[in-house]
């Protein structure tokens, strides 16, 4: 069993910036990770997403060169850094862990554990 909980989120102006933290529990943090957002109406989508390494490390288009994800393993702990924020970007932001993989996966199906979320809201 995995805990995942997500903190850092709020409301920002856009051009803005926030950084995400996904505190995990439960057994040893040696498994991918990714971020996922959902906005209103909408399904929820990939963000990004890191291997247990931190080596392969992969970004949706929509983020790239804004976003960094990262994780400290000693700290059990994973990060998004979340730059230059756009209204586009209002969404609950999830982190998920998929502990059948070393490398992250697109794949929301595939991730076997989340968090309860935390919402981020980018004001134009």
Same mark, same amino acid.
């Given at each position: &069993? /995995? !805990?995942? /909980?997500?903190? $850092? $989120? $709020?409301? /920002? &102006?856009?051009?803005g910036?926030?950084?995400? *933290?996904?505190?995990? @529990? $439960?057994? *040893?943090?040696?498994?991918?990770?990714?971020?996922?957002? !959902?906005?209103?109406?909408?399904?929820?989508?990939?963000?990004? #997403?890191? @291997?247990?390494?931190?080596?392969?490390?992969?970004?949706?288009?929509?983020?790239? #060169?804004?976003?960094?994800?990262?994780?400290?393993?000693?700290?059990?702990?994973?990060?998004? &850094?979340?730059?230059?924020?756009?209204?586009?970007?209002?969404?609950?932001?999830?982190?998920?862990?998929?502990?059948?993989?070393?490398?992250?996966?697109?794949?929301?199906?595939?991730?076997?554990?989340w #968090? &309860?979320?935390? !919402?981020?809201?980018? *004001? *134009?």
């Amino acid at each position: &069993q /995995v !805990q995942l /909980v997500e903190s $850092g $989120g $709020g409301l /920002v &102006q856009a051009g803005g910036s926030l950084r995400l *933290s996904c505190k995990a @529990s $439960g057994r *040893s943090f040696r498994y991918a990770t990714g971020w996922f957002r !959902q906005a209103p109406g909408k399904e929820r989508e990939f963000v990004a #997403g890191i @291997s247990w390494s931190g080596v392969s490390i992969d970004y949706a288009d929509s983020v790239k #060169g804004r976003f960094t994800i990262s994780r400290d393993n000693a700290k059990n702990t994973g990060y998004l &850094q979340m730059n230059s924020l756009k209204p586009e970007d209002t969404a609950i932001y999830y982190c998920a862990a998929d502990t059948r993989r070393a490398i992250a996966t697109m794949e929301v199906g595939l991730y076997e554990y989340w #968090g &309860q979320g935390t !919402q981020v809201t980018v *004001s *134009s």
